[in-house]
């Protein structure tokens, strides 16, 4: 290609073609080319690939696991999250909120539940009012933190929104604490069992 010049009318600075297709000029010792193993583009793209592959997945697929890929969150933070989301889960089946039919927007029911007055029902009555309580008190244990931070942890975790700044730290306080709040709780389940 042949150098072509070009002169800007706002300065007096010649550019030539040449000069802007070149390479940009390296730091004084640096190396005209990187060594990089013959391998290394190759496992690169295996590694890009599984991780397309896993974000896809409910592992990876969640805000709070990519919070957690890119370093936001902890493990046991994390974890807490899961934790608070499964809460909720088990909150919404023992208080029998049914799902809505789309099309006819009927309320819908898979199964009658077994008679209260069973033993069978009143095992369920009881792991029901257990649920609720656990999820009662994982949740004044967020609420410690602010209710507004709460709230916007549960748009993240439970709504799976797309979380600003201020919902990764909301995120990361509140599931601190719920983390905290956690150990706690599974030492004093310990504890009772013992005694």
Known sequence: MGAVQMVSTKSAIRITTDAALRAPSRRRGEPDHMPVAASAPETSLRRLEALLAQCGTSELGTQVRLMKLRGQLTEAQCNACDWFAELYAKYLQAIDVKGIKSGSAELVSKSTPPDPFSEAGSRKAKREREDVQRYESARLA??????????????????????????????????????????????????????
């Open 142 to 195: 967020g609420l410690a933190c602010g209710s507004e931070r709460f709230a916007m942890f549960c748009n993240i975790v439970i709504r799976d929104e797309t979380p600003s700044w201020a919902d990764r730290v909301a995120v990361s306080r509140v599931s601190e604490a719920l983390s905290n709040y956690r150990r706690l709780a599974s030492g004093r389940r310990r504890a009772l069992r013992r005694d």
